[in-house]
T-cell receptor, first 112, second 114 residues
């Protein structure tokens, strides 16, 4: 699976949009971009994923560049409860059972 | 609520004890995983099961013994552990259906070895 690079930490004011970047310059054509977050002492929570097109759901938006070498997770109106570590992962189905390889992620701190 | 339930949530055990962690998924998935998260370290994949068969063992010491009796249940049997094995153990599941199948995690079991 391709490696990703994320900033170690970011701050965001409550109510503002949080834009979390991720570089995945060695991504392969069949690898998806996944985003998870982990709130302290809890299991990782799935947020969103995409292959080529931008995606949006009730939690966030995912913007993938045309060359697929980077992406941005957007939390449109961050709240204090969005404080967590956010993981960007690229992943291919191995054909037997897929797996996620986690890096160190971005620690997002939402402040008043 | 993710549909993946882990018990117990907290476990303290001595180095000579034998205990087990249990995971149950209510999502109809056919793949299950064990991950380990030590303090200030990224999550590490331990084992992967697909249709009850182990498909990956990520060089895990034999003092950790997984068991997958069916596609809905996964156990991690623990014996003669070391204090450095203290960590958050996470179970996850997914449905194999080609690219893009999402993995869902449980809340984890906090293990302390004394």
């Amino acid at each position: 699976d391709a490696k990703t690079t994320q900033p170690p930490s970011m701050d965001c004011a409550e109510g503002r949009a949080a834009n979390l970047p991720c570089n995945h310059s060695t991504i392969s054509g069949n690898e998806y971009v996944y985003w998870y977050r982990q709130i302290h002492s809890q299991g990782p929570q799935y947020i969103i994923h995409g292959l080529k097109n931008n995606e949006t759901n009730e939690m966030a938006s995912l913007i993938i560049t045309e060359d697929r070498k980077s992406s941005t997770l957007i939390l449109p109106h961050a709240t204090l409860r969005d404080t967590a570590v956010y993981y960007c992962i690229v992943r291919v189905n191995t054909g037997t059972a897929s797996k996620l390889t986690f890096g160190t992620g971005t620690r997002l701190q939402v402040t008043l | 609520e993710t549909g993946v339930t882990q018990t117990p949530r907290h476990l303290v055990m001595g180095m000579t004890n034998k205990k087990s962690l249990k995971c149950e998924q209510h999502l109809g998935h056919n793949a299950m995983y064990w991950y380990k998260q030590s303090a200030k370290k990224p999550l590490e994949l331990m084992f992967v099961y697909n249709f009850k068969e182990q498909t990956e063992n990520n060089s895990v010491p034999s003092r950790f013994s997984p068991e997958c009796p069916n596609s809905s249940h996964l156990f991690l049997h623990l014996h003669t552990l070391q204090p450095e094995d203290s960590a958050l153990y996470l179970c996850a599941s997914s449905q194999q259906q080609g690219n893009g199948n999402t993995i869902y995690f449980g809340e984890g079991s906090w293990l302390t070895v004394v």
